[in-house]
């Protein structure tokens, strides 16, 4: 596989070839990522309870999410290394900058982080000093305890008006990338059309530009047994991991994955 860089999104974008995303968090997995073809590999806080056993994402630091992301390098053959801030890395500008320096000296391409209008200033920082920023909302699981559960966000119109704004007004911050979690499939379809950098969808219909599952879930290792609706087990039918990554690949490439029943209505 070529290096996968942002101007590789940008292209898949303009020619409407779907992105494939996953969350990976160490070198063997990587490397069999790569070999399946994901484009981005995402070490996701959901490392706190994927790897962790916690039942949340706000546990982990950005000691941690270094870590994962060193070792994710390691194994990687090309692939764009995307790594999340963890809650409370990015709650002031000196902690956004020297977090986000930790995890893109470690190996990351481009940090994560999740919010809406109020990230502006954080994404206008770092895309100013060299990082690419990749910002994630809707349900954003570091917000679990303000939303109360882990819900569909966006089904009132006043949430999704204001969804809508808040993605054009952090491309104009300097996001590089938009990742929508559980938002109905026809509010990611206006966001997607909305801006001009690549959105990557998770339980937010297939319109999306391209596609991120959680790799354990995916492969069927759903820790509590309880598969979330917008999650496939590509596992199921296939002789080896390799092949099921492989798999999930071609779905999202050929857009038969996400299908309706994996996303949600307003
Ligand atoms: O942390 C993570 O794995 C994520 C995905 C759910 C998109 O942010």
């Not at 990976?24 to 996701?44: K, P, R, W």
């Not at 994927?50 to 941690?64: F, I, K, R, Y």
């Not at 020297?98 to 999740?114: P, R, S, Y």
């Not at 559980?182 to 937010?204: F, Y």
């Amino acid at each position: 596989m070529p290096d996968i860089t942002l101007t590789t999104l940008q292209k898949l974008k303009q020619n409407g070839e779907k992105i494939t995303m996953l969350t990976c968090y160490d070198a063997t997995f990587a490397h069999a990522c790569c070999e399946a073809g994901v484009e981005v590999l995402l070490i996701g806080d959901s490392l706190g309870m994927v790897l962790q056993g916690h039942d949340s994402t706000l546990p982990v630091t950005n000691a941690e999410m270094a870590y994962h992301t060193a070792s994710v390098k390691r194994g990687n053959q090309g692939a764009l290394i995307l790594a999340d801030l963890p809650f409370m890395a990015y709650s002031t500008p000196e902690q956004t900058m020297a977090n986000a320096g930790q995890l893109m000296q470690a190996g990351a391409h481009m940090v994560k982080l999740e919010g809406a209008a109020w990230v502006a200033e954080s994404i206008r920082l770092l895309s100013e000093r060299g990082v690419p920023v990749c910002v994630h909302m809707g349900l954003t699981p570091q917000s679990v305890n303000v939303f109360g559960g882990y819900k569909v966000q966006g089904r009132q119109e006043g949430q999704a008006r204001q969804m809508r704004a808040d993605a054009v007004a952090l491309e104009q911050a300097g996001a590089a990338m938009l990742l929508l979690e559980c938002v109905p499939s026809e509010l990611a379809a206006e966001i997607t059309q909305a801006v001009s950098i690549p959105v990557i969808g998770i339980g937010a219909g297939s319109a999306t530009d391209g596609q991120v599952l959680v790799l354990h879930d995916m492969l069927g290792l759903a820790l509590s047994g309880r598969t979330p609706k917008f999650v496939k087990n590509f596992m199921a039918g296939q002789p080896d991991i390799v092949s099921a990554l492989r798999a999930y690949v071609k779905a999202v490439k050929e857009a038969s994955f996400p299908g309706i029943e994996h996303g949600f209505s307003a």
